[in-house]
């Protein structure tokens, strides 16, 4: 089973970027999608970006798109999520997720089976 696991999260002030890492202990291409969610407190954890491991297609939340970025690096079994003008509503914590189930939306969580343990992001106003 691969595994997954975050890195990059940390403390910045809004307008600012963070880039944000998911390492699988495999191929990435073992998962058909790669998705970033968040869980800020009390609210429900959401999807903010998804790729295609095979394939170009790239998924954002409304909220972030024009702002966050993801893409993959094949060679280094890593996806990665650019943050770009960060706000305070983004500060969460964020997972990396992977599913190898087709699944007609991207951002539906139980869709997931694969999980990595999180990286908390903060962004003071």
């Known amino acids: 089973q691969v595994q997954l696991v975050e890195s990059g999260g940390g403390s910045v002030q809004a307008g600012g970027s963070l880039r944000l890492s998911c390492a699988a202990s495999?191929?990435?291409?073992?998962?058909?999608?790669i998705a970033w969610f968040r869980q800020a407190p009390g609210k429900e954890r959401e999807g903010v970006a998804c790729?295609?491991?095979?394939?170009?297609?790239?998924y954002y939340a409304d909220s972030v798109k024009g702002r966050f970025a993801i893409s993959q690096d094949d060679a280094k079994n890593t996806v990665y999520l650019q943050m770009d003008s960060l706000k305070p509503e983004d500060t969460a914590i964020y997972y990396c997720?992977?599913?190898?189930?087709?699944?007609?939306?991207?951002?539906?969580?139980?869709?997931?089976?694969?999980w990595g343990q999180g990286t908390q992001v903060t962004v003071s106003s």
């Open positions: 997720a992977g599913r190898r189930r087709y699944s007609s939306t991207w951002d539906t969580v139980g869709a997931y089976e694969h």
């Open positions: 790729i295609e491991t095979i394939g170009p297609g790239t």
């Open positions: 495999g191929a990435t291409r073992y998962f058909n999608r």
